[in-house]
Antibody, heavy 116, light 108 residues
């Protein structure tokens, strides 16, 4: 059974960089896209971006200028960095696997709050 | 940018009844690229149906989906107490690569 476990800082100040990591167990990273999605009361579920084992990425155009997703094959994990955060980036962030066209396995979620 | 609009926003029903949830897309999409999720408070969304009609592993057959073009439907027959949750539709393929509807809350 595939499991995704995520972690990272939960409280940030405006202009800081959000950093989250998602470790995958029960499967290798090969053959799938690995994604970040966020959920906030104001914007609902919003896709952030994805990466493959080889490092090929796709990003949501609305966030592309601030997002970097990377992969670490040694530890079977992938990471999200979102720069210059504001209060609008306050959300629960999820990592998830895509078996096109849908997200079949999800992490437990990480609540991130941006506040001065 | 493709927009997914779900209706109704809230649906009030009782256990044993049937539910019909709608998802309308602003552009025509292949039914193969439409999925449905269930989310309960404090939990991540759970995949119910992918490719418009294929149930995910462990999903009971009281959940079914249909549709094509811009109009898609999730049907839940004989509601169980554990079915009361928020339901989302999701599309793949159009910019952005993935997007979600705003959700339908199914309440008792």
């Amino acid at each position: 059974q595939v499991q995704l476990h995520q972690w990272g800082a939960g409280l940030l100040k405006p202009s800081e960089t959000l950093s989250l990591t998602c470790a995958v167990s029960g499967d290798s990273l090969s053959g799938y896209y690995w994604n970040w999605i966020r959920q906030s009361p104001g914007k609902g579920l919003e896709w952030i971006g994805e990466i493959t084992l080889r490092g090929s990425t796709n990003y949501n155009p609305s966030l592309r200028s601030r997002v970097t997703i990377s992969v670490d094959t040694t530890y079977n994990q992938f990471s999200l960095k979102l720069s210059s955060v504001t209060a609008a980036d306050t959300a629960v962030y999820y990592c998830a696997r895509v078996d096109i066209p849908s997200f079949d396995f999800w992490g437990q979620g990480s609540r991130v709050t941006v506040s001065s | 940018e493709i927009v997914l609009t779900q209706s109704p926003g809230t649906l009030s029903l009782s256990p044993g009844e049937g539910a019909t949830l709608s998802c309308r897309t602003s552009q025509s999409i292949s039914s193969s690229y439409l999925a449905w999720y269930q989310q309960k408070p404090g939990q991540a969304p759970r995949l119910l149906i992918s490719g418009a009609s294929i149930r995910a592993a462990g999903i009971p057959d009281r959940f079914s989906a249909s549709g094509y073009g811009t109009d898609f439907t999730l049907t839940i027959s004989r509601l169980e107490p554990e079915d009361f949750a928020v339901y989302y539709c999701q599309q793949y393929g159009n910019s952005p690569r993935y997007s979600f509807g705003q959700g339908t809350k199914l309440e008792i």
